[in-house]
C-alpha cells in the first residue's frame, strides 16, 4: 500500500511539473511574439476620424458623428463642461446649426501623436460661421469669424478609433 501511494505521489508530481513546464512555455511564446504598429497608419486612421467629424459641422449636420465618439465620451467648450457628446448635441451643437447658413474651416491644422491604444490630436483652424437673417426677430444675416483649437484623446475600441475626450476653446478675430 505504501509502494503505491509513493508510485502514485511520484506520478501526480510528475504531471503537476509537466503542466507547469508547458504553461511556462506558452508563456514564453506569448512573451516572444513581436507586434508591429504601424505608427504613420493609425495616425492616419485617427485623422479620418477627426476629418469625419469636422465634415459634418461643416455640412451642418450631426449625421454620422455618434459613431466617431464613445457613448461616455466627454466634451469642453469653451470652459464649459457640455457633458457627454449626446448631452453636448441635444443642448448645444445641434440647436445651433439649426441657425447656420454656413459653418467652414480653413487654415486647418492637425497634429497626431499615437501611443499604444491611445492618441491625442491638437487641432488650430480659423472657423466662419454665417448666421441666418431672421426677419421674424429683426435680425439680419451676419458673419462670425473666430479662431480655434481643439484638442481630443481617442481610444481604439475592438479596432476602431473612437473620441473619448473633446474640449475646443476659440477667440473671435477682430471684425
Known sequence: ????????????????????????????ETLAKEVVIDIESEKQSVEKVMKAYKDAIQNLTTEGTFELFTPDATVFEQGKVEG????????HLGPELGHFKSFTFSDYEINTTVNLSYAYTTENYIYTIVLKGD????????????????TSILEKINGEWKIIHSHTSFKKLKQ
Open 84 to 91: 457627454t457628446y449626446k448631452d453636448y448635441i441635444d443642448h
Open 1 to 28: 500500500m505504501k509502494l503505491k501511494k509513493s508510485v502514485l505521489l511520484i506520478l501526480l508530481s510528475f504531471a503537476i511539473i509537466s503542466s507547469c513546464k508547458n504553461k511556462e512555455k506558452v508563456e514564453v
Open 135 to 150: 426677419e421674424a426677430k429683426g435680425t439680419q444675416e451676419r458673419t462670425i469669424e473666430s479662431k480655434g483649437v481643439a
